[in-house]
Every structure is written in structure tokens, then in C-alpha cells.
């Protein structure tokens, strides 16, 4: 704690109120001065930062329930400032004050007063083989339910283009490529999805695909959200547990 500051605090306290100050009022002015000092992160009452996801260039909050993408584009929104990011961590400003904030796997973390809230974490699904062996999985796109083919073998989350409109899912900001489908070479975009539900457990900045045109049949729920979870498979029985 800076004790200089706090010693000319009390001695303008002694110059401005003469005699005792009430009980009441010393606490009340001494967390304001904390709020001053440097490296005393102190969130107002009921004040709550929820870190998203977070990369090389930008970072997904959550502020008392509010959603700001922050990047190095444009690194200020809502009072809250983006200073750096990366895979591991991100760096805010907000109210004045810098924040640090960390996430593992996406998952996302609560601050509120720097205590953080990992009530997500052990949440699992449970996941039957249909009588054709298939796994099938209700989940939600940015809210709106979709329904998944579980595809162990698919690196990415692959949409249709006609199930992403059908969705919301705005692909034309996604990078262009190209895939091979049993149609031919099909134009392909790449991108990231706000937030992605299965089955009640979500995760949010999920990269996915989306083919021009029809395939495939059924949306595919690949490697970028299934290698988040821990995966077991016992007969016709699959759990998906968030670590």
C-alpha cells in the first residue's frame, strides 16, 4: 500500500474535518482512496467482468451481462479498454482500473471482486446412439436449437450454407477455401461462432466451417467443440463432460 498517500490522506482529513471524524465516515473515505492506488483492482458493487474467449488479436467479454468484442481494430467499447491479449489471457481497462483475466479451454470465468466462479466446470452430457449407431445431439446456435451429427472423425464444426442461413450464421466475413465433397471441389468459409450449445454445455468462440450448398445433410459436430470436452464412449452410450 502506498503509506505516503494514506499519510497525507489522514493529514487532510485532520486540516478539513478538526476533531474526530464520525466512526462511519473514515471506512467509507479509505476504500475510496483504495480505489486510487495502482495495482488495487476494486469492482463497484455488483459489478460483474466475464471473460469469453480470448486470442492474438481480440477478446470476448461479458460485462454485467453485456457482451463487447475488444479488439486491436477497435480496443474500446463500454468504458472497458482492450491493452493485450493473447491465447491465455487478456488485459482491460475498465473504470480506470486493469484487469487481467485468464481462461482455460473457453471456459469462462466470473469476476466479481477478483473471486472467480468456475460452476461451469464437470458439467456433462449424456448422448445415445440412434438404431442405426449413429450419435445425434440437440444443441443451440446463438440461441436458435440446430441438431448435430456427432463426427469424431471431423477436425472442424461444418455447417451447410443453407442450414448457417437458416441459423443466422453470418459466413460472409469468414475466410475463403475450399473443400472436397462428394459433389466436387465446393467453396468453403472459415470462421469463429459467438457461442455453441450441446445438450446444455456451452462453449463460446468455436471455429467452424460452412460449405456452399447442401452437404452436409445434417450439421457435423467436429474436433473444435468435441476436443474441449473430455469424451467417452461405452456401447451406444457417449458422455461429454467439460473439464
Given at each position: 500500500?502506498?503509506?505516503?498517500?494514506?499519510?497525507?490522506f489522514r493529514h487532510w482529513v485532520g486540516k478539513s474535518f478538526p476533531g474526530s471524524l464520525p466512526a462511519m465516515l473514515m471506512p467509507a473515505m479509505l476504500l475510496f482512496l483504495l480505489t486510487l492506488i495502482p495495482g488495487q483492482p476494486v469492482l463497484a458493487a455488483g459489478d460483474r467482468i466475464r471473460l469469453i474467449a480470448t486470442g492474438s488479436d481480440r477478446a470476448i467479454i461479458e460485462i454485467n451481462g453485456e457482451r463487447l468484442v475488444l479488439s486491436t481494430d477497435n480496443p474500446e467499447q463500454q468504458g472497458a479498454t482492450?491493452?493485450?491479449?493473447?491465447?491465455?489471457?487478456?488485459?482491460?481497462?475498465?473504470?480506470?482500473?486493469?484487469?487481467?483475466?485468464?481462461?482455460?479451454?473457453?471456459?469462462?470465468?466470473?469476476?466479481?471482486?477478483n473471486i472467480p466462479d468456475t460452476s461451469e466446470s464437470g458439467k456433462s452430457a449424456v448422448i445415445w446412439a440412434d438404431a442405426t449407431g449413429f450419435f445425434f445431439a440437440d444443441g443451440e446456435v446463438n440461441g436458435r436449437p440446430a441438431r448435430f451429427l456427432v463426427d469424431t472423425g471431423a477436425d472442424i464444426v461444418t455447417f451447410s450454407s443453407i442450414h448457417?442461413?437458416?441459423?443466422?450464421?453470418?459466413y460472409s466475413r469468414g475466410r475463403n477455401g475450399y473443400a472436397s465433397t462428394a459433389s466436387g471441389i465446393t467453396a468453403v468459409k472459415s470462421l469463429r461462432l459467438d457461442q455453441l450449445s450441446i445438450e446444455g454445455i456451452t462453449l463460446y468462440d468455436v471455429e467452424i466451417s460452412v460449405i456452399q450448398g447442401a452437404f452436409p445433410a445434417?450439421?457435423?459436430?467436429?474436433?473444435?467443440?468435441?476436443?474441449?470436452?473430455?469424451?467417452?464412449?461405452?456401447?451406444?452410450?457417449?458422455?461429454?463432460?467439460?473439464?
Amino acid at each position: 500500500m502506498n503509506w505516503k498517500l494514506l499519510s497525507g490522506f489522514r493529514h487532510w482529513v485532520g486540516k478539513s474535518f478538526p476533531g474526530s471524524l464520525p466512526a462511519m465516515l473514515m471506512p467509507a473515505m479509505l476504500l475510496f482512496l483504495l480505489t486510487l492506488i495502482p495495482g488495487q483492482p476494486v469492482l463497484a458493487a455488483g459489478d460483474r467482468i466475464r471473460l469469453i474467449a480470448t486470442g492474438s488479436d481480440r477478446a470476448i467479454i461479458e460485462i454485467n451481462g453485456e457482451r463487447l468484442v475488444l479488439s486491436t481494430d477497435n480496443p474500446e467499447q463500454q468504458g472497458a479498454t482492450l491493452v493485450s491479449s493473447n491465447s491465455d489471457e487478456v488485459v482491460i481497462l475498465y473504470q480506470g482500473l486493469e484487469f487481467t483475466l485468464t481462461t482455460q479451454d473457453h471456459s469462462a470465468l466470473i469476476y466479481d471482486g477478483n473471486i472467480p466462479d468456475t460452476s461451469e466446470s464437470g458439467k456433462s452430457a449424456v448422448i445415445w446412439a440412434d438404431a442405426t449407431g449413429f450419435f445425434f445431439a440437440d444443441g443451440e446456435v446463438n440461441g436458435r436449437p440446430a441438431r448435430f451429427l456427432v463426427d469424431t472423425g471431423a477436425d472442424i464444426v461444418t455447417f451447410s450454407s443453407i442450414h448457417a442461413d437458416q441459423l443466422g450464421i453470418d459466413y460472409s466475413r469468414g475466410r475463403n477455401g475450399y473443400a472436397s465433397t462428394a459433389s466436387g471441389i465446393t467453396a468453403v468459409k472459415s470462421l469463429r461462432l459467438d457461442q455453441l450449445s450441446i445438450e446444455g454445455i456451452t462453449l463460446y468462440d468455436v471455429e467452424i466451417s460452412v460449405i456452399q450448398g447442401a452437404f452436409p445433410a445434417v450439421p457435423l459436430l467436429g474436433g473444435t467443440f468435441l476436443n474441449q470436452l473430455n469424451m467417452s464412449r461405452v456401447g451406444n452410450r457417449m458422455e461429454l463432460t467439460r473439464p
